[in-house]
């Protein structure tokens, strides 16, 4: 399987504190993904960063993308106990029929506590 | 715009029976696909369709099929179902890749149960 891998997987702070989340890939890509899910919902897109793209941000998101050690990482600052959720990388590959796919890995789930 | 809809949202099975997952959007996306999410293993891609009339094989295909005779509706068919295919599932869309993904709309899930 061609899943990023998500670290730490899981990871608890104080509201307030930043939270960083790491993802490593296998193969090269065209873009990588961040996606958000709380408890019992489903994904919702947070952020995008193309293959010749280093760093992005949105908010309080800063993702960066280092292409030659195949990693992401995703950090909010400043966080809040609405922050609390579990977080996917998402990268394409290539399926049997020829046609590209989009895996996610495992996730990192994130507790933020008030 | 209602996004992409799933129904049912809660299903208990027994084993043996087959249902279909139903699965639409109204965005006229082109990429569609189907998760299963089981805890500690993430969201792991069963079946996928790049346009209408077009599907290719995921991660775990086994047991599981799908067709995509229109843009709007992509349904999985559980043919046989087994205590292993107890898991929430969920659809996925968006428009077509181009050269890398666009960003995924998620449905809100189906929670299926197989006794």
């Known amino acids: 399987s061609q899943q990023g891998e998500e670290d730490p997987q899981a990871l608890s702070i104080q509201e307030g504190e930043n939270a960083t989340m790491n993802c490593s890939y296998k193969?090269?890509?065209?873009?990588l993904q961040w996606y958000r899910q709380n408890s019992g919902r489903g994904l919702v897109h947070l952020i995008l960063?193309?293959?010749n793209e280093r760093e992005k941000h949105s908010g309080r998101l800063r993702v960066t993308l280092d292409t030659s050690k195949k990693s992401s990482s995703l950090l909010i600052t400043a966080s809040r106990a609405a922050d609390t959720a579990s977080y996917f990388c998402?990268?394409?590959?290539w399926g049997q029929g020829g046609s590209e796919k989009l895996v996610f890995g495992k996730g990192t789930k994130l507790t933020v506590n008030p | 715009n209602a996004g992409v809809t799933q129904t049912p949202k809660f299903q208990v099975l027994k084993t043996g029976q087959s249902m279909t997952l139903q699965c639409a959007q109204d965005?006229?996306?082109?990429?569609m696909s189907w998760y299963r999410q089981d805890p500690g293993m993430g969201l792991r891609l069963i079946h996928y369709?790049?346009?209408?009339?077009?599907?290719d094989q995921g991660e775990v295909p086994n047991g599981y099929n799908v067709s995509r005779s229109t843009t709007e509706d992509f349904p999985l068919r559980l043919l046989s179902a087994a205590p292993s295919q107890t898991s929430v599932y969920f659809c996925?869309?968006?428009?077509?890749?181009?050269?890398?993904?666009?960003?995924?709309?998620f449905g809100d899930g189906t929670r299926l149960s197989i006794l």
């Open positions: 996925a869309s968006s428009y077509s890749a181009g050269t890398g993904f666009q960003p995924q709309h």
């Open positions: 965005m006229n996306h082109e990429y």
């Open positions: 369709s790049v346009g209408a009339g077009i599907t």
């Open positions: 193969t090269s890509i065209n873009n």
């Open positions: 960063i193309r293959s």
């Open positions: 998402a990268t394409d590959a």
